[in-house]
């Protein structure tokens, strides 16, 4: 499992059809596409939601991004967060 970063941006309406039930159907989205939620948090800034997701693949992300964008009208940009001891690795060849 990767972990990724989901940063959304609400629209209008996606702010008015917030709610309790849309986070629960927005994670068992997560789940059936063989994900897990860590944590969402609701920010203040450019950044209105985070969400923190390991899932199967980069696949599996671009996959819940979309799907996630068409299900709630927020708009994510999904990151994959690699741990600084394996990016070390990678850079150093």
């Known amino acids: ?3 990724f970063l989901m940063f959304g941006k ?3 309406q996606a702010i008015k059809e917030a709610s ?3 986070t629960k159907d927005a994670e068992a989205l997560i789940q059936k596409l063989g ?3 860590q944590a969402v ?3 203040l800034g450019e950044t209105d939601i985070l969400a923190i997701v390991d899932l199967p693949s980069i696949e599996a992300a ?3 991004s979309v799907a996630l964008g ?3 009208g927020i708009s994510f940009t999904t990151c994959p967060a690699i741990p600084v001891a394996e990016f070390d690795k990678i850079i150093a060849g």
């Open 20 to 22: 309790a039930k849309r």
């Open 70 to 72: 068409k299900m709630t």
């Open 10 to 12: 609400y629209s209008a």
């Open 35 to 37: 994900g897990k939620v």
């Open 1 to 3: 499992m990767a972990t």
């Open 41 to 43: 948090y609701a920010l």
């Open 62 to 64: 671009v996959q819940a």
